[in-house]
């Protein structure tokens, strides 16, 4: 139950009263017994829960600028890193060793007893071209 507050017109005590919602009975005074009450209307505090309110959003929204103001720095250096990467191309080698195709790359890695199964797709896409 709600509580609502008093004051009263002879006295000018002020009480608190719990009442249902819809009572609009007079209530009378706590100190001098006087039914010449009036009820006092002050500012309530509400506080509103949930994703829909306003307040909320607000400061989601304020989060999530911060956020991208301190993460932009670094997708802008990946991005240029992906430029650079998109750009660059691998050549035929073995070891650092260069070689002119990725069958000679293959068997020069097969003749040093390593694992050749990296080679063969540049070997199959080399054939296609």
Known sequence: MPT???????????FDVKLKMGDRTKQPC???D???????????SVVLKGDGWTGKNIKIRG???AKNRRIAPKEEAFA???KEMAAMTIS????GE????????????RSKGKDTT????YVRKEKLK
């Open 80 to 82: 240029r890193d992906s």
């Open 118 to 121: 990296t080679y063969d797709s």
């Open 92 to 95: 035929p080698n073995v070891d």
């Open 4 to 14: 609502y507050s008093f004051r009263c017109k002879s006295c000018q005590n002020e």
């Open 63 to 65: 989060q999530m600028r």
């Open 30 to 32: 706590v100190s001098c």
């Open 34 to 44: 006087s039914v010449e009450t009036t009820r006092v209307f002050s500012a309530m």
């Open 98 to 109: 260069q070689t002119d195709t990725w069958v000679e790359a293959r068997e020069l890695a």
